[in-house]
């Protein structure tokens, strides 16, 4: 409990990104709440990791200079391929996750020494796309459609 003449103070931590802001909430002039802001202030680097939920089904691909990485990734709550461009040393290279499709699973990956080709199952259809040598994606097509010669 509280004594008479004594300001109380909430202070709130909010964090937006990498940075950390502070709002002190007390009793101004007539009881009124008055929001005092702090200067926003670094945490730390970011920090990367594993995305939310499952990740599995990998596949790999070097075209002679860069890998390519595929797999079925759960973070939308949905089972999606998703790829990454890596170096020879398997560093990310540009962005990091490429979501490949809306809708599909079981990627699977191949080069021709230059270029990616990412491959995947959507219902009863073969999906397609070129992944070019630096990162770029292409236009997905069809390669196979139920009830359409391979």
Do not use: C, K
């Not at 191949?110 to 990616?116: L, M, P, V």
């Amino acid at each position: 409990m509280l004594s008479a003449g004594v300001r109380s103070r909430r202070r709130i931590a909010l964090v937006l990104g990498s940075l950390l802001l502070i709002a002190a909430l007390g009793a101004g002039r007539a009881g009124a709440v008055v929001p005092t802001l702090s200067a926003e202030e670094p945490l730390s680097d970011p920090v990367y990791g594993a995305a939310s939920d499952r990740q599995y089904r990998p596949a790999i691909a070097w075209n002679g200079t860069n890998h390519f990485a595929v797999w079925e990734d759960g973070r939308t709550f949905s089972n999606l391929p998703w790829g990454a461009l890596l170096d020879a040393n398997g560093a990310p290279i540009g962005n990091e996750n490429i979501q490949i499709a809306a809708t599909g699973q079981e990627p699977d990956v191949a080069s021709d020494g230059a270029d990616f080709l990412v491959v995947w199952s959507s219902g009863a259809t073969i999906r397609a796309v070129v992944i070019q040598a630096d990162g770029t994606m292409g236009v997905p097509f069809d390669v196979y459609a139920d009830g359409s010669e391979p």
